[in-house]
């Protein structure tokens, strides 16, 4: 998608007026096409629940080709972001929901299978799973 967070939504946020990492890096993220977001791009704008709508698609692209896809902090940053989302995203976007399922079950067998451990991904997966596995 060539288009922003900014033109999707309609809201211009203009230049940041607080120069702390997060506010600046969410006013600059909001002006990138999203065809052009990254692992880290993602997992930050996702995080702080910025235009996740429109992020998910691509996010979720990447996640169903690997679950436990990162860039900089841990495997599955992009995967514990969206797990962090609130309930609310969920019932808004049901679609979603079961590809995060879906999602999050790869992850855990994957790191089974690797016989790796990272706590982080698994308690999220394990207890969004518990709430939301139909």
Not at 95 to 113: F, G, M, N, P, T
Request: aromatic share 10%; hydrophobic share 40%.
């Amino acid at each position: 998608m060539a288009k922003t967070i900014e033109q999707l939504e309609n809201d211009f946020w203009g230049d940041p007026t607080y120069p702390s990492h997060v506010v600046v890096t969410s006013h600059g993220l909001r002006k990138k096409p999203i065809d052009e977001f990254g692992v880290e791009d993602l997992r930050f704008m996702i995080g702080q629940n910025i235009g996740t709508q429109y992020l998910m698609p691509r996010a979720l692209g990447m996640l169903e080709q690997t679950p436990l896809v990162s860039d900089y902090h841990f495997p599955g940053e992009v995967l514990y972001s969206v797990l962090k989302l609130p309930d609310a995203y969920w019932f808004a976007h049901p679609e979603h929901l079961q590809r995060v399922c879906k999602i999050s079950q790869q992850a855990l067998d994957r790191l089974a299978a690797l016989g790796h451990e990272v706590p982080e991904v698994q308690k999220l997966a394990i207890a969004f799973l518990a709430k939301h596995k139909s």
